[in-house]
């Protein structure tokens, strides 16, 4: 009887284990094509859920993971419970939309696929940061080939032009700013940048965390000029040097003032950029109007008007808040581009260009709430750290709050995916990259995907 129960538990093992290398090697995978960001399955019925082919590993890895995690009585099931708690909280806020907002000459049809679609991307999204795989070196490596990608992309598509014209990588014509494989020139830098941050934080010496910073901070200065990079680049340098540990005040005051003379010499050279932009390019001009419009969505919708809302809130709130705008903070406030986006068939483009400010007007102030707890565990795990992993960690945990908060999407790219993952998981990631010897076949199958 004891050989047969040794049997079983090898058994178990040997199942645990290869389950365990399917789940990473399919991580791996999207992290590795994460950099395509604009592909033409998103002219299929797929539409933006196919803009980056990353959406189907993670989309079998999370299926795959569910059903083993489930099953497995040995492994926590609070990620489950929190995804339910979400789906069922989704429930509230889009019948509440679809019965008070106007949706005026939009189909219910496309409501009701805008919050099927949206809700899988924000499952894609969400679900993995909290069962990412342990941090092997095929991770790690993923990591790496990913930034190496980013940065052929440019190569490829904004310097010799071999993917500048429509192909399965680049849905439309490149424009004239640089943007790799990604969508738009902001989406470009700011994916560079995170995924330079991210690989900083998991490598072990300093001079090549050195080297991948000055790579972050070139991309973002020189080659995509990317104004929202930019800023939120400035303001994590100063952030995580204000709130680090292990520096003495004199440090950090000499440290604050090399970075508000930086921060007054990009702004000032900016000035004239946001001027033009507000008057012309009008993109700061549309950001500035969609964030601001979650502002009346929420305070008349408290609880969110969901996704099936969504589209007809922005269209309902965005008038008076640009007259509020012209009246009171930009009177070059230009509309043209938003207009555009609305008059566009299927308005399949508009959307809050800022997450958090998107997530306030779809799920309102509980919403809200929970971002704001989520944050503040993550910070509490990032400064947990030895002080020369958190100044790293902390680095990418600013930047992508900022731009997360004022200029960037997280839906369908899936890069901030592994950023939040890398950085709820900063402790086990911290002690494994610190054992240079360890390598994948010497992981442990036991408890194959990391729980809170």
């Not at 995509?224 to 800023?231: A, F, L, Q």
């Amino acid at each position: 009887m004891v050989k047969i129960k040794d049997q079983n538990q090898n058994s178990i093992d040997g199942h645990n284990q290869q389950s365990y290398w399917i789940l990473t090697a399919l991580f791996a995978l999207a992290i590795i094509i994460v950099p395509f960001q604009n592909t033409a399955l998103q002219f299929t019925p797929l539409r933006y859920l196919g803009a980056s082919p990353s959406f189907l590993p993670i989309a079998i890895f999370c299926l795959f993971a569910f059903i083993i995690r489930i099953s497995n009585s040995n492994i926590s099931k609070k990620p489950e419970l929190l995804l339910l708690l979400f789906l069922t909280y989704s429930i509230i806020p889009t019948i509440w939309g679809i019965i008070i907002i106007d949706a005026n000459d939009i189909s219910l049809k496309f409501l009701l696929q805008k919050t099927i679609t949206n809700t899988i991307l924000n499952v894609l999204l969400l679900y993995p940061i909290f069962i990412m795989p342990k941090p092997t070196k095929m991770i790690r490596h993923a990591i790496l080939g990913a930034l190496g990608i980013s940065i052929a992309g440019y190569i490829l598509v904004d310097i010799i032009g071999i993917f500048a014209f429509p192909s399965f990588f680049q849905a439309s014509h490149a424009v004239t700013t640089p943007r790799g494989f990604s969508l738009e020139q902001s989406a470009f830098a700011a994916s560079i940048v995170t995924l330079c941050l991210v690989t900083a934080a998991i490598l072990n010496k300093a001079i090549f965390k050195i080297i991948i910073i000055a790579i972050a901070i070139v991309f973002t200065v020189v080659i995509t000029s990317s104004k929202g990079t930019m800023i939120c680049l400035i303001m994590a340098f100063g952030l995580t040097f204000t709130f680090s540990n292990g520096k003495n005040i004199l440090f950090k005051i000499i440290i604050l003032i090399l970075i508000a003379a930086l921060g007054w010499f990009v702004i000032g050279r900016l000035s004239e950029r946001f001027s033009t932009d507000l008057a012309d390019s009008t993109s700061t001009s549309t950001r500035s109007i969609l964030i601001l419009s979650s502002v009346p969505s929420v305070t008349q919708n408290p609880f969110g008007v969901g996704y099936s809302g969504y589209i007809p809130a922005i269209i309902k709130y965005m008038y008076p808040t640009s007259e509020f705008m012209r009246n009171n903070l930009l009177p070059n406030t230009n509309m043209s581009e938003l207009e555009s986006y609305i008059q566009r068939e299927g308005k399949q483009a508009l959307n809050i260009k800022a997450q958090f400010f998107e997530y306030l007007m779809v799920f309102g102030i509980p919403g809200l709430i929970v971002i704001i707890i989520f944050h503040i565990k993550l910070y509490k795990i990032i400064t947990k750290l030895p002080i020369d992993k958190s100044t790293y960690y902390l680095f990418l945990f600013w930047f992508t709050l900022l731009s997360l908060m004022t200029y960037m999407p997280a839906l369908g790219i899936y890069f901030y995916t592994i950023a939040y993952g890398i950085m709820f998981h900063a402790n086990k990631y911290n002690a494994l990259t610190d054992t240079n010897h360890l390598t994948p076949q010497k992981q442990p199958p036991d408890n194959f995907i990391i729980v809170p």
